[in-house]
């Protein structure tokens, strides 16, 4: 039956055109993109998948810097203690040479005081980033080293913990050896600082405090005024005075004015070892101290090395063994961290790399076979295009019967 209201023939090319150019235009896509799944209307699923692996991806790479910083970090500090262990077996060498006693010993001290400089600048100097692994300032540092994702898609972080190693000659004490005040200051234990008004202002001049009955040979006291600041090593002739107290705080008030800081500054001798500073410019210093102990670092027997005496060779030969030995494991100990580190770096740029090939083959076009179903497709977009040309030609014969 012919009807010209009803072209069923023309209805099936349309539909079949329709559903030749949505899946034409969904292969152009693909192409376009290189993604088989783009969008979550493509795939809900595996795109839900895809995001949640490519956020750890991401998370993956920020930890494969936060590694290469920490490596970064421990091997400074592992060059430190090699350098360290290297300058010792030089000390070694020197104090070798004191037991003789034919030397001469003053010389030989010389040398000695100059290697013990150079191990000081190096730990000083042994930071990355301002993190220093080997000046006793921290105990430890944590590495960030990986994320864990578990079945229920919780997420927790874990780390490379190393442990720093104490290769100062010196250390911070809790004793309340160096103290300043101004009337509104507050000192605390090992450090102190207050603040100096201009010349003339009412809080101008302030006080520091030296307690000498729990001071040693080779203590460091540093007072920092503005810009300027004073060092005064504790001597054992200051310990060995009858008023230690006040032979170290004439020593510092020398350290003070030699320092150039625009202060005047006044021993009280009737306070047993105070000094008092006062500003003598016109604009407000602050004034801050702190108290090394010479003894309390990793290698705090470093200062007291002496080889100017035949007994004081005798007793370096035996602390240097402990000294070399300290500096050769805290080498150890960082070559091992350092090693760690950069296995786990090595893992995590593998397992990025696996994980976005995982990716890839979930969301990516296969770009050989869109190609072939692009031909495929175009093919049958202009045989669907005739066949529906040829449907809507059918109602016209119906003219015929009426000639």
Request: glycine letters at 10%; hydrophobic letters at 40%.
């Amino acid at each position: 039956m012919s009807s010209i209201l009803t072209n069923n023939s023309a209805m099936v090319a349309l539909q079949t055109l329709q559903s030749v150019n949505t899946n034409l235009a969904k292969t152009q896509d693909m192409i376009s993109t290189g993604k088989e799944v783009a969008t979550a209307r493509d795939n809900a699923s595996v795109f839900a998948i895809s995001k949640v692996m490519e956020s750890d991806v991401s998370g993956f790479k920020a930890i494969s810097e936060s590694l290469s910083l920490g490596e970064s970090t421990v091997g400074v500090a592992r060059n430190a203690a090699e350098t360290t262990t290297d300058l010792l077996t030089q000390m070694k060498q020197k104090i070798v040479a004191a037991q003789g006693d034919n030397v001469d010993r003053g010389k030989l001290q010389s040398d000695v005081a100059s290697l013990r400089d150079q191990v000081n600048s190096v730990i000083g100097a042994a930071q990355f980033n301002g993190l220093n692994l080997v000046d006793g300032s921290v105990a430890s540092t944590d590495v960030l080293a990986s994320l864990d994702r578990d079945s229920g898609g919780n997420v927790t972080s874990s780390s490379i913990t190393v442990d720093a190693q104490d290769l100062s000659s010196g250390g911070f004490v809790s004793a309340a050896a160096f103290a300043g005040s101004t009337g509104e200051a507050a000192d605390t234990q090992d450090s102190f600082g207050f603040s100096m008004d201009p010349n003339g202002g009412t809080s101008d001049s302030g006080t520091i405090a030296v307690d000498g009955s729990v001071l040693a040979a080779g203590d460091k006291l540093t007072v920092q005024i503005g810009d300027d600041t004073a060092n005064y090593t504790v001597t054992a002739e200051d310990i060995a005075s009858t008023t230690p107290s006040d032979t170290i705080a004439v020593g510092l008030k020398t350290a003070i004015e030699d320092s150039g800081a625009n202060v005047t500054v006044d021993f009280d001798s009737g306070s047993p070892g105070q000094i008092a500073v006062t500003n003598a410019g016109s604009d407000a210093l602050s004034v801050s101290g702190q108290f090394t102990n010479a003894g309390s670092g990793g290698l705090g027997t470093l200062s007291a090395i002496d080889v100017s005496t035949a007994g004081g060779a005798n007793t370096a030969l035996a602390n240097i063994e402990s000294l070399i030995q300290t500096s050769i494991d805290a080498a150890a100990s960082f070559g091992t961290d350092q090693s760690r580190i950069s296995t786990q770096s090595d893992f995590v740029s593998r397992l990025t790399d696996s994980m976005e090939a995982g990716i890839g083959s979930l969301v990516d076009a296969d770009m050989e076979a869109a190609s072939a179903s692009l031909q495929a497709l175009q093919v049958q977009q202009q045989l669907a295009t005739q066949s529906l040309s040829i449907a809507n030609q059918a109602p016209q014969a119906v003219l015929s019967l009426f000639r």
